[in-house]
């Protein structure tokens, strides 16, 4: 089913291109504090893991055109599984409650059952009560838990944390960066990515999924070239040569604060406060480029991780729940 017609009203259609301002208007409608572009979402579509589903469809009005609604379907990439799928479902605001997500919600269904879909997972914001009700009905349970936290810049004690450098230095450890690593040899990035690979195997995720490393080729494009990257705010923790942790910020192209990307140390190299000493160079790049606000998610359970955040002063959200729905 390519069209459905909902009453006379709405007509749900797979995206194209010339959809993508009306997606993005209603995903910065409905998140007006985490907004979006339309480069970010074209290029994140272009360099997309060509083995995995990303499809989409939209919701619109027939007699204007405008998107009020869309749906998004995907295999992720990084816990790559042919029949299991992450979705997301995002209704203007200004259209609610009149069926718009209810069809969308049908729509992706008949999709997932056409690729016998195992599980479909989809992230909720624990303060959209309205959102957990909609899934909670549809027959998905709770997985997993994700806290967002925000660090105000200004409010940072960088001399409370000055120890931690010297700690670290004495423990052999220098603190560069991926610009410098690619200004000195491009062929440095290799190691990078495997070390990244390496650590992220580490990181927390529902119990049902099995970690599949990004490729090089993948892990350049998104981490490295894309437009949200910053090679002089990628932070790379070295002891004897080799590569030992690493700690980014990528910057959207809307909005006055930074993500926090992965931090993470190598086992054979941790208890040498290493994560500490990356994270307040991360903030260090962003009080000297007048940055707001710094945000990050944690898993609830990553409590070495939550630790730092605390102890960095990071202010925690609503937490973003995670729901998969078996099929």
């Given amino acids: 089913m390519e069209t459905q017609q909902l009453g006379t009203a709405t007509v749900i259609r797979r995206f194209d291109a010339r959809d993508y301002p009306g997606v993005i208007a209603v995903a910065n409608a409905v998140f007006p504090d985490r907004l979006s572009t339309v480069d970010e979402f074209r290029y994140d579509d272009e360099h997309y893991d060509p083995k995995c589903v990303n499809e989409r469809y939209v919701a619109g009005d027939p007699a204007t055109g405008e998107v009020v609604g869309f749906a998004g379907l995907w295999n992720a990439a990084w816990a790559y599984h042919p029949r ?5 479902i995002r209704v203007s605001p200004a259209h609610q409650r009149r069926g718009i997500g209810s069809a969308l919600w049908a729509r992706l269904e008949e999709a997932l059952r056409g690729y016998q879909a195992i599980s479909v997972k989809t992230q909720v914001w624990e303060s959209m009560a309205e959102g957990v009700a909609f899934v909670t009905r549809r027959g998905f349970r709770e997985t997993m838990r994700s806290w967002e936290s925000r660090l105000a810049v200004g409010t ?32 440095s990035l290799a190691r990078i990515h495997a070390m990244e690979v390496e650590i992220a195997q580490d990181i927390p995720r529902p119990p049902d999924d099995v970690a599949t490393p990004f490729s090089y080729t993948l892990w350049r494009q998104h981490a490295v070239d894309a437009p949200w990257a910053i090679n002089d705010a990628f932070f790379l923790a070295v002891v004897d040569g080799e590569y030992a942790g690493l700690s980014s910020l990528f910057k959207p192209q809307a ?13 054979a190299f941790r208890g040498r406060h290493i994560a500490t000493a990356l994270k307040v160079k991360t903030v260090e790049h962003a009080r000297d480029h007048g940055v707001r606000e710094i945000r990050t998610w944690n898993e609830i359970n990553n409590k070495p991780m939550l630790a730092i955040n605390v102890k960095f002063g990071f202010a925690r959200q609503p937490a973003w729940i995670t729901f998969i729905k078996e099929f």
């Avoid at 960088?158 to 062929?187: C, M, N, W």
């Fill in 84 to 88: 299991k799928f992450g979705m997301e």
């Fill in 156 to 187: 940072f004690d960088f001399d409370r944390f000055r120890p931690y450098f010297a700690r670290a230095r004495q423990s052999g450890v220098t603190i560069t960066t991926l610009a410098d690593e690619r200004a000195k040899d491009e062929a």
């Fill in 255 to 267: 909005g006055d604060y930074l993500h926090q990307g992965l931090t993470g140390v190598r086992r």
